[in-house]
């Protein structure tokens, strides 16, 4: 039975029932006249309804593994790689090679996501680090100079002006810290110059600073070296992470955490705040997790035990 086709099956379905049929009415003492009494309508409606309510539940024992297959396709979610139809064993030959060509499909369409998001990824982080360093030498030059020409000014104009003067230099000043700020967020140099574990250090370091969120840091430093885009992504969702927490969260302390696990490299990003807000997969989490897609890595997005956020990121070495 369980190498035949499904147009085999639902053809022994049925012919169950009309054997059944058969049966019973050769066997049985039931006979007809020519024009049915009431008696034998209800004897004959009977049976009918008993050999649809057979029949019925052959077919929907025959079409089950179809449904099965239907469900694992619309929950198949391309940003949560590794779902995959079950392999349907005792199931019909159209059955198991539908399983196939899905499970095919799958696997076609997670690699061709995978190698586009590394070409986009690559594409971003490179326009990235073009306007950084746009920022860098046009912008935060020419406010460099402004500031300067204030300054100078300063100490060459009379009392009425210097204090106006020295605002704009300082307002400069300022606004070069901004842009040498956004220049690092946009293109993180301590990642290319000291490593991922110095880059999350200076990473927590700002925000503790500037943001007055208190973060806690647990790095290993025997984290293994990573190819440059796999400690991008990490890297990119942990500043995720973090942007969330300040934006959504109203929490009072973070805990990042990055260590080697059993082969793996592990980022946690904890907080003590108001949890996921309902519109969570706008909130970046898609792009995390596509970020983590491209890696191969699997991301987790859940609620602490004790309230809050807690997202972690497990890259396989």
């Not at 982080?125 to 860098?136: C, V, Y």
């Amino acid at each position: 039975m369980d190498r035949l086709s499904l147009e085999w099956r639902v053809f022994a379905a049925n012919a169950a029932v009309f054997m059944i049929a058969f049966a019973a009415l050769a066997w049985t003492p039931v006979t007809v006249h020519r024009i049915a009494t009431p008696s034998e309508l209800v004897v004959l409606a009977l049976g009918l309804v008993l050999m649809l309510v057979f029949d019925l539940l052959l077919l929907r024992r025959a079409f089950r593994p179809l449904r099965r297959l239907a469900s694992t396709m619309r929950s198949v979610d391309l940003t949560r790689p590794g779902d995959r139809a079950e392999s349907f064993e005792g199931a019909s030959t159209e059955v198991r090679g539908l399983a196939s060509a899905l499970n095919r499909m799958l696997e076609r369409l997670e690699r061709e996501r995978r190698e586009s998001a590394l070409r986009e990824l690559a594409a971003q982080e490179r326009e990235r680090t073009r306007i950084a360093r746009e920022l860098h030498d046009e912008v935060g030059q020419m406010l460099t100079a402004i500031a300067l020409r204030a300054e100078r000014g300063a100490g060459e104009t009379a009392d009425g002006q210097r204090e106006a003067l020295l605002e704009i230099s300082q307002t400069a000043l300022g606004s070069l810290k901004d842009v040498r700020r956004i220049g690092r967020e946009l293109r993180p140099e301590a990642l290319d110059d000291l490593g991922l574990v110095n880059a999350v250090i200076a990473m927590c370091g700002r925000i503790d600073r500037q943001r007055g969120l208190r973060v806690s840091k647990g790095l290993d430093w025997s984290v293994p070296k990573l190819a440059p885009e796999v400690e991008l992504v990490i890297y990119r969702v942990a500043q995720e992470a973090l942007t969330n927490v300040l934006r959504h969260s109203d929490a009072s302390e973070v805990a990042v955490e990055l260590r080697a696990v059993d082969g793996c490299v592990v980022l946690e990003v904890a907080d003590n705040g108001r949890g996921l807000p309902p519109d969570a997969e706008e909130q970046g989490l898609r792009g995390m997790r596509e970020r983590a897609m491209v890696i191969d890595a699997r991301l987790d997005v859940s609620v602490g035990p004790q309230g809050g956020t807690h997202v972690t990121l497990s890259v396989p070495v």
